[in-house]
């Protein structure tokens, strides 16, 4: 299966291996080049060589989040198949939910805004098209260069990782910002890592997000997918190359 991007306003989009790949230009108003993502035998692979980038929404500062998913995307209307989501925050703090992903990311250019990220969307109810005021987005970045989460810091946590086969005890900045119109709130693991193989209990990372959080009854709220991709660019980027593998399973 082989996804490729035309232009603005295209979304290419596929359900393969249990999972949704999609391209995800959201907000490129124009640009020439190419993007291409492919699965072949439970690895995804993404690659793109953009240039002469120009932004809907600079104030959005990325460019896009090309991506796979697990569960239901609010802002897609789409869901994985045979996926435990959506679920309940209460039952996502006590759940043995698990994570593996194998991954490497590739940047010839040091310069390039990027990251390598899990994004999940948090709502009050189950369904939504779209994440609005009193919602939430929460981020758990693998690795970065040249971007850091919206917001601002405020605090630190440790989370219990395998990395590479060993067990770890992982140091996460958390970042918090609120008006996006949601509520956004970031952890960025301390010393990205480019490449590897990380293990980890969503459970952790959801309670994290519950100690961080301003939303009342946050505990009747849902959580409706886990994805995995690159956001990229910002308002000053015209060129964007970079590619990416990843084979991400669960259990739970």
Known sequence: MVLTWTGPSQYPTASVGGYIMQINMWNIKSASGTAAMRYCDGVFYYEQALKDIAEANPDAWVAGYPEI??????WAGAASPNSPFPIKISDAESSNFTISVDYSVEVPDPTLPLDF?????VTRSTGERSVGQGEQEIMIWLYYQQ???AGEKVGEVRIPLVVNGSPAEAVFYVYR???????YIAFALSKPMRSGSVYFRLADFIRAAAAYTALPNYSDMWLNDVELGSEFGSPFTTEAAFKWTLKMRWSG
């Open 69 to 74: 998913w697990l569960g239901y995307k609010p």
């Open 147 to 149: 971007l850091m989460p």
């Open 117 to 121: 990220a899990f994004d999940l969307w």
């Open 177 to 183: 910002k609120e008006g996006m119109p949601w509520e």
